[in-house]
């Protein structure tokens, strides 16, 4: 395997606080690579700069071979670096289908110019309907996105996500506000999700990231603690001290 994301001493300041602190991470082809790290450690952060939403003030990100420091979150998007969501919002009076469908044709063309081409742009519906698979919404793919629940809600953005055929995923805390069954429920659909595409999950959820993650790099006021195997982190001493009192990593 070969690293398809990568940062290089990247380096977000605000004033004087450090927040992303000379981070070099590697997330490898087909990986699925958690983040983890205490309310305040800059993993928020860190995913804004990797998507392009945030420009860092010092090191890079190459994605796929190719320095994308300077790209914009749509010129990272199109090269398939993808966000969950905040790529393009959900229309609540749209189906699900026509929903996915917009995401699949936001990658592709100008934002105004798919009204006339929604129905009909075969390879979009295409996409768009792999993506509501994938998802685990093909039930739901004829109701309107005001039908559904908070749970389908964040399953339809997934859809969208998906439904531009991203080759990376970046995805910030899929679960937050999620019922303990619905957070099962995504833990199976990104286990489905897995090998298809490389992911980089934030999430505070420890049970789901021991379940999902290949590997878990750790955040820690800004800085790359350490990056290994769920297991060498659960043994981590560090990283048990860090989380003392949080019985999931431990247990
Ligand atoms: N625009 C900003 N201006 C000033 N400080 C900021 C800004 N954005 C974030 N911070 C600070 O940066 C630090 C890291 O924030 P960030 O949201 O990235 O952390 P996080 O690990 O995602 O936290 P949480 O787990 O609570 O979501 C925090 O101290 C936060 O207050």
């Not at 290089?8 to 990986?31: F, H, I, P």
């Not at 309310?39 to 796929?64: C, D, H, M, Y």
């Not at 420091?69 to 398939?80: E, N, S």
């Not at 659960?234 to 001290?241: G, L, S």
């Amino acid at each position: 395997m070969s690293a398809l994301l990568q940062t290089e001493k990247l380096t977000k300041r605000y004033g004087a606080l450090v927040v992303t602190d000379d981070v070099s991470l590697e997330v490898q082809a087909g990986e699925l690579h958690a983040i983890i790290g205490p309310n305040g450690a800059g993993k928020t952060t860190l995913i804004n700069q990797l998507s392009g939403e945030l420009a860092p003030n010092s090191g890079s990100v190459r994605f796929a071979g190719k320095d994308v420091t300077a790209t914009g979150i749509d010129g990272r998007a199109r090269q398939g670096l993808l966000r969950s969501y905040q790529i393009t919002s959900v229309f609540d009076e749209f189906t699900v289908r026509e929903n996915a469908t917009l995401a699949a044709l936001g990658t592709q063309r100008h934002a105004f110019s798919f009204w006339t081409s929604l129905l009909g742009d075969k390879e979009a519906l295409a996409a768009a309907d792999e993506g509501i698979a994938a998802a685990g919404l093909a039930a739901l793919a004829d109701s309107p996105a005001s039908d559904l629940g908070y749970g389908e809600r964040r399953q339809l953005e997934l859809a969208m996500a998906l439904a531009a055929r991203p080759r990376f995923l970046l995805l910030d805390e899929p679960m937050a506000g999620m019922s303990v069954q619905e957070s099962a429920a995504v833990v199976t659909l990104l286990q489905s999700l897995k090998r298809k595409y490389t992911i980089l999950l934030v999430e505070h959820d420890m049970n789901a990231v021991f379940a999902l993650a290949d590997r878990i790099s750790v955040l820690v006021y800004g800085k790359l603690l350490v990056t290994g195997t769920p297991e060498e982190i659960r043994n981590n001493a560090e990283v048990r001290a860090i989380y003392l009192g949080e019985e999931e990593v431990v247990a």
